[in-house]
């Protein structure tokens, strides 16, 4: 067996205390510029209630799956095997103690806690294990992961507290974006997570209530298997308005998440307020259907891809809240350089020369644009962008829904611009379950040689082995310009400076244990 | 007055079922899957083929109405697609916000408008009235979002005076709930208090020139008198049957201003409804809607009639 982590000072789970610090970032009230977020010196105090601001409700019948709603709830009520570090991006172990691969990588096994107990009063078992992940598997649960879990034959508890998987591909490293999303849930209960009359986990907070699209209530849980939380509750108000939910900031609640790059100018130079920077986000993608004319043509591809200028969207767009990226995935992910995370930079005279190449000079560009959050205003400088170098853009903006139904049935037409979440998950998850990447993709890319690098990626055992694969897999996938990542924007969020300790791990979810207020 | 109420009924009724038929089938035709939004954007066809067949929205629109519309017959309402709880249940946590929110705002336009309106009707003179009438154009022409967002700026943020978000119900804390509704009330009923002050004014000058009026001052009846008993009363029927119409626009106009005051009452949940295409709960709401506006404009139909001999003859 090749052992891949091990309880350690790196991996160790002797407290969730250290496992997440350093998740989010601070932005001074005036400029975005980041920065760890500083524990309040002196001893954390107990009690008080955490009352937090968010533009989605919670939707406990989709808590296996990626929600942003679920985002500052999912991992308080319930706990996850590991979770994935937001400095290192690696797994670290919360439910789960010890983990093991056999050498082939088919066979993996994990050890979890012995004196974990549901908020019912339960004790968690292997079974509960077992039971999560093959619920991950069901469609009408609606994870993300499910073409992972797919791929597993067994999943088999092999002792009270061992859980065994075997799969035909290698398992790990993939394994711990599935952890990382299939929070540990309550056979018994399960079904009372479908309207949120019985949400049942074993995290250091206790659902008390839900108003749905309204607001949620945590109390704390005393029984936690760890130290008890120091908040005594936690409150989660869903104001849909943008802009509203960052007035609620004035008194009603002490922290607003999501905020809009736009509505966090109105707490710059505010002495009590702190902007803040959290790891996960959004990818903004512009996708190309390969097998529409002239777009079947990768001259004109790469073109566009030279033909943006990522700066300004992050400077006009953003206010200067986003990363100018080429690739997928967060740029601590194994492999990455600054190479493939800047292939693309802002080079009209390349891409008119590209242009001129492809024989495309003054080629009609269709564009279906996402009418989701900042996608119309980027469009925007997008259009302006095409045209500068001889192209003609006709954009198409798509209300929300209407977009994510032609999305799923890969119907988008010659070119699109979405928005993807779920940063922070490996590169090799990502190319399955991100559905500008996925098989049956809207740009209909599929080519043999694209499978074969997802598969030796995902086959990858080891870090060099990975990060070699994952090169050759992104110079692939960004010389055939099926889809262009624009920027990445990471969630703004804004708190009264009284809330301390705040965690997030890399995927964005905030992990509340820690937290305290200095009132 | 019973033969009026009965004639009434009727129209009532087919009001109500063609409503219904619009709520069931106005969701559908706007694009659009709910069991896209259960499943997420990331869903693949497969997972919203599977959750589509949970929510029973693979079934032919035809079984789904007769399903809903023998429902709500029996006093069933449904479920919400997204949070599986009783759309009743949903609308009832929500309704009280609203209620208070549009009781609040309809006082504050009867009061207001009257004033203003009998102010208005009453001021002859140039300067005053050049004053009174640029007050109602401008009233007039302020949308309530824009109102609020001024008073939000005005009072919440640079005085501090009241609240800008969120709500206390005035039933568990009289005091603390009305500061919380007097913005929100505020920004609801001035367009609408202006409208009525406007109509108010309109035919006050009109009853002016009747010949009941001229009589009147001819008789030598007090200017006073004449104002109050012969131009006002006779000018009120025009602002009764006005402000029916308007409590439906105040309605309308909570939804806009909820969301700026981050109240969650059921212009909320209207909206996020539609936006996550929850069909049984718009559907209800659109239904809910349209029986308020109806009973409210019956209501002021029947008032109207009391005050009005001529009305309740013609029927």
Request: with cysteine.
């Given at each position: ?139 009408t649960n609606s994870s993300q992961m499910k073409p992972l879990v797919d791929e597993w034959i067994s ?35 399960f079904g009372g997570l479908q309207d949120g009359s019985e949400v049942i986990g074993t995290g250091p ?315 | ?315």
């Amino acid at each position: 067996m090749t052992q891949i982590c091990k309880k350690g000072p790196r991996f160790g789970v002797a407290s969730r205390r250290s496992i997440l610090k350093s998740g989010a970032a601070i932005l001074s009230a005036a400029v975005l510029a980041t920065t760890s977020v500083q524990a309040q010196e002196g001893t954390p105090k107990d009690g008080g209630t955490l009352r937090i601001a968010q533009t989605a409700d919670i939707q406990p019948n989709n808590i296996l799956a990626g929600r942003g709603g679920n985002n500052p709830f999912r991992h308080n009520v319930f706990d996850s095997l590991t979770v994935l570090d937001s400095e290192t991006g690696q797994p670290r172990g919360v439910l789960a103690t010890d983990w093991s691969s056999s050498d082939d990588g088919l066979t993996f096994t994990v050890q979890i806690r012995d004196d974990v107990t549901f908020h019912s009063g339960r004790p968690m078992t292997a079974e509960d294990v077992v039971y999560t992940l093959e619920q991950v598997a069901v469609p009408t649960n609606s994870s993300q992961m499910k073409p992972l879990v797919d791929e597993w034959i067994s999943i088999e508890a092999t002792g009270d507290y061992e859980v065994t998987i075997t799969s035909e591909t290698p398992i790990a490293p993939r394994v711990f974006d599935v952890f990382q999303l299939a929070v540990i849930v309550d056979r018994e209960t399960f079904g009372g997570l479908q309207d949120g009359s019985e949400v049942i986990g074993t995290g250091p907070f206790e659902f008390d209530s839900w108003s749905p699209g309204a607001s949620v209530r945590m109390t704390r849980n005393e029984d936690y298997w760890d130290d008890p939380a120091h908040l005594e509750a936690v409150e989660i108000n869903v104001i849909n308005d943008s802009t509203a939910m960052a007035n609620a900031l004035r008194g009603r609640v002490d922290m607003v998440l999501d905020l809009t790059p736009r509505d966090q100018v109105m707490f710059q130079g505010d002495p009590n307020i702190e902007i803040f920077n959290s790891p996960g986000g959004q990818f903004f993608p512009l996708g190309i259907d390969v097998t529409a004319e002239p777009f079947d043509n990768k001259a004109l591809r790469q073109a566009i891809g030279y033909a943006i200028d990522r700066e300004r969207i992050i400077d006009q767009v953003m206010s200067g809240a986003g990363e100018a990226a080429s690739v997928w995935w967060r740029s601590n992910e194994t492999g990455s350089t600054d190479e493939i995370n800047s292939y693309y930079s802002y080079d009209p005279d390349r891409a008119r020369a590209l242009i001129a190449e492809a024989g495309a000079e003054g080629t009609t560009v269709p564009i279906n644009v996402i009418g989701y959050g900042s996608v119309p205003a980027i469009y925007e400088i997008v259009q302006n962008n095409l045209r500068d170098v001889g192209l003609v853009p006709q954009g198409q903006i798509l209300e929300t829904a209407a977009f994510d139904q032609r999305q799923t049935a890969g119907d988008l037409g010659a070119s699109f611009m979405q928005i993807h979440g779920l940063q922070g998950f490996s590169a090799a998850t990502l190319v399955d379950a991100l559905p500008a990447l996925r098989t049956n993709n809207p740009s209909k890319f599929d080519p043999p040689r694209y499978e074969e690098l997802k598969l030796a990626l995902q086959s990858a055992q080891g870090e060099e082995a990975y990060a070699a694969a994952l090169q050759e897999l992104a110079n692939f996938m960004l010389d055939e310009a099926f889809s262009h990542v624009l920027i990445k924007a990471q969630p703004i969020g804004a708190k009264r400076v009284e809330v301390q300790d705040l965690e997030f791990d890399n995927t964005g979810f905030l992990h509340l244990a820690d937290t305290w207020l200095d009132d | 007055m019973l033969t009026f109420l009965a004639r009434r009924l009727p129209s009532v009724a087919l009001m109500l079922v063609v409503t219904a038929l619009i709520a069931f089938l106005l969701p559908r035709l706007g694009g659009g899957d709910p069991a896209q939004v259960v499943a997420g954007p990331d869903a693949t066809l497969a997972q919203v083929e599977a959750v589509r067949e949970q929510l029973g929205l693979d079934r032919p629109v035809l079984v789904q109405f007769g399903d809903w519309a023998g429902r709500i017959v029996t006093g069933d309402f449904g479920t919400s697609l997204i949070s599986n709880r009783p759309v009743a249940q949903l609308i009832a946590s929500r309704l009280s916000s609203t209620m208070e929110l549009a009781i609040a705002a309809t006082l504050l336009m009867i009061v207001m408008g009257l004033g203003l309106g009998i102010l208005a009707g009453s001021v002859r003179k140039g300067g005053s009235r050049a004053a009174i009438d640029g007050t109602l154009s401008v009233l007039l022409a302020t949308p309530p979002h824009v109102t609020g967002l001024i008073l939000i700026l005005i009072l919440g943020i640079s005085w501090r005076l009241l609240p800008i978000s969120g709500e206390v119900s005035v039933f568990d804390d009289p005091v603390t709930g009305l500061t919380y509704l007097i913005l929100p009330a505020f920004a609801l009923a001035l367009p609408q208090a202006a409208m009525i002050a406007r109509l108010i004014q309109a035919r006050m000058s009109q009853v002016r020139e009747e010949d009941f009026v001229d009589l009147a001052k001819a008789k030598g009846v007090p200017p006073r008198r004449i104002a109050i008993s012969h131009v006002l009363r006779n000018s009120l029927g025009t602002a009764v049957i006005v402000t029916g119409v308007r409590v439906g626009e105040i309605l309308a106009g909570a939804v806009v201003i909820e969301a700026i005051f981050a109240r969650q009452g059921l212009g909320t949940l209207a909206v996020s409804a539609i936006q996550s295409r929850d069909y049984e709960v718009v559907q209800i709401i659109v239904l809910f809607a349209v029986v308020i506006a109806v009973v409210v404009h019956f209501l002021s139909e029947i008032l109207l009639a009391a005050l009005d001999p001529r009305i309740r003859l013609d029927s």
